[in-house]
């Protein structure tokens, strides 16, 4: 490479987009890539439809944040148009499928009437099948046209798991040549500091009973009602404790099943969490029990902090990350009795797990993931 990435991104902007700082997955890669890029001295805008969520604290005070002030995404669109006719950054990169759809039809109109030749990248993050059809809606049912029609003008697509990139080319038509698989960047070397912490919980205590890990939205698609069922039953085997961090729009429904159960002192939902990693680093096990995904970001953190793994055989990631159930335990989907066992069996040590090389966590780290980003953006890597 001949230049710095720096020198060209001097005054035109590299800018990123998200509907909100809500503490999703999506929402995580794009502040830790916005992050990353705004460390290496490139001029960064975070354009928000609504500036709210608890991820709002930990973006970089050298990004330029842009707040579109619109309370639904649709409602971004003209705001959007402006923005990137006035600023005309060289690229844009957009996360969930709503939502790139917009910025496609933004970055046109923005073209057509301002010369706003900036390239369009969007993001997908999640099965696309599978969110299309849990719950199928007004919104849904026209997606995967818009998409289709969209799509096609982006200047390309970025999947975060080859699952995702061959359902996605599957359901929209998209050739494959146009769709770029680049995994998250999910933590960077202060993951260690990181896991030095103690977690601000009395189950952590010396010598309590173990803890399960589980974390994510609380929301229909983690399923951790299957989870909490699982939980049950091996509470009649083990005595252990289960931790659940996240919120959603699930949190009254799980509570009520956790009363029902009579687990009120067995199970803790502690809500949305900024710093995982010292829950993982002093728990005994990790649960991913989602009915899918994309590429799960909360499972490369639990092998980044060591955390044995038990994972639903979902739709699409855990099978990726896991290398067939090298690195952790795989159970069908939705199956109580499955989970039951595998953490049964992890927990009392009859089953061992080779611990993920850290060359292949490599793949998750920062800049990894961020040169492969630059690179596709650009065409130049830090």
């Known amino acids: 490479m001949n230049r710095n990435p720096q020198d060209s991104l001097k005054k035109t902007p590299l800018s990123l987009y998200i509907p909100s700082l809500a503490g999703g997955g999506a929402e995580k890669i794009t502040v830790n890539l916005a992050n990353c890029f705004a460390a290496q001295g490139l001029k960064v805008d975070l354009v928000v439809s609504d500036l709210k969520g608890p991820l709002l604290k930990d973006i970089s005070d050298k990004i330029r944040i842009i707040d579109l002030r619109s309370s639904r995404v649709i409602f971004s669109l003209i705001p959007l148009v402006i923005y990137l006719a006035r600023n005309k950054p060289r690229a844009i990169l ?19 009437l301002a010369k706003a030749k900036t390239r369009v990248y969007v993001a997908e993050h999640s099965t696309l099948s599978q969110t299309l059809l849990h719950p199928p809606n007004f919104r849904t049912k026209f997606l995967p046209l818009l998409m289709k029609h969209t799509y096609k003008l982006a200047d390309g697509i970025i999947t975060v798991s080859k699952g995702v990139a061959a359902d996605l080319a599957k359901i929209i038509g998209i050739p494959p040549s146009k769709i770029f698989v680049i995994y998250n960047p999910v933590f960077n070397k202060n993951v260690i500091f990181k896991k030095m912490e103690t977690p601000d919980h009395p189950w952590f205590k010396p010598g309590s009973p173990p803890v399960i890990l589980g974390v994510g939205r609380l929301h229909p698609a983690k399923d951790f009602s299957c989870l909490i069922k699982a939980f049950k039953a091996l509470r009649e085997e083990l005595d252990v404790k289960l931790v659940i961090l996240g919120e959603g729009e699930e949190r009254s429904k799980l509570e009520l099943l956790i009363n029902d159960l009579g687990l009120q002192d067995e199970i803790d939902l502690p809500g949305f969490v900024r710093n995982p990693y010292e829950y993982m680093d002093h728990s005994s096990v990790f649960v991913l029990s989602s009915q899918w995904e994309g590429l799960p970001t909360v499972l490369i953190e639990a092998l980044a902090c060591g955390l044995p793994i038990v994972s639903t055989d979902c739709p699409s990631g855990p099978r990726e990350i896991l290398e067939d159930g090298k690195y952790g335990l795989l159970v069908r989907v939705g199956d109580e009795l499955s989970l039951t066992k595998a953490l049964s069996d992890i927990l009392t040590n009859k089953v061992g797990i080779e611990k993920i090389p850290a060359e292949t966590l490599m793949t998750y780290e920062y800049e990894t993931a961020a040169n492969q980003y630059l690179k596709l953006l650009i065409g130049e890597s830090i």
């Open 94 to 112: 957009s996360s969930l499928n709503y939502a790139n759809v917009i910025v496609i039809i933004s970055s046109l109109l923005a073209n057509f």
